[in-house]
């Protein structure tokens, strides 16, 4: 715990300060975070993600129900604006950057050449023509690249149970 605590401790409170905007309230929350990953540590799996996505999603449910006791009835102005973010689709910010951070994890995993097409692709907006050039490939192989690369990402997450059924 001392080694997850020396090397996430800051990550998480930033995380936590920036989501809850009361600098008393986050270093609780961390110490929350670093309490429940104790009292569940046989619960972390390696192979479901690493330790930092395990953190953060402890952290993000500590956040939730901190803001939770804080804030017992939320105003109705705050209630419209989170009926504006849904109905905007812009959605959770921690569910986003749990997604970022699983997707990144996700991706790393993958061969190189298969993460470089999909990255250039689907992140990038390039072809798979300008890919193939730049890699001096055939379009088909950048092509089967993509496929064979989305399959893999596809089978990534869905084993670490990070697609929405």
Known sequence: ????????????????????????????????VFLRAWRASDSFDSKRGSLRT??????????????????????LAQAEQAEQVA????GDPYDQL????????ALDRLS??????IIQVYFLGRTCADVADELGLAASSTRSRLYHGIRALRGILDENGWLAP
Do not use: C, K, T
């Open 1 to 32: 715990m001392r080694a997850a605590y020396s090397e996430y401790g800051g990550e998480l409170l930033g995380f936590a300060h920036n989501q809850l905007g009361d600098p008393q309230l986050a270093e609780e929350v961390v110490q929350e």
């Open 54 to 75: 395990w953190l953060y999603s402890i952290a993000r449910n500590a956040i939730v129900d901190a803001r939770r006791r804080r804030e017992v009835r939320p105003p």
């Open 87 to 90: 109905a905007s689709g812009e």
């Open 98 to 105: 749990l997604a970022r951070i699983e997707l990144r994890e």
């Open 112 to 117: 190189p050449e298969h993460r470089e097409v």
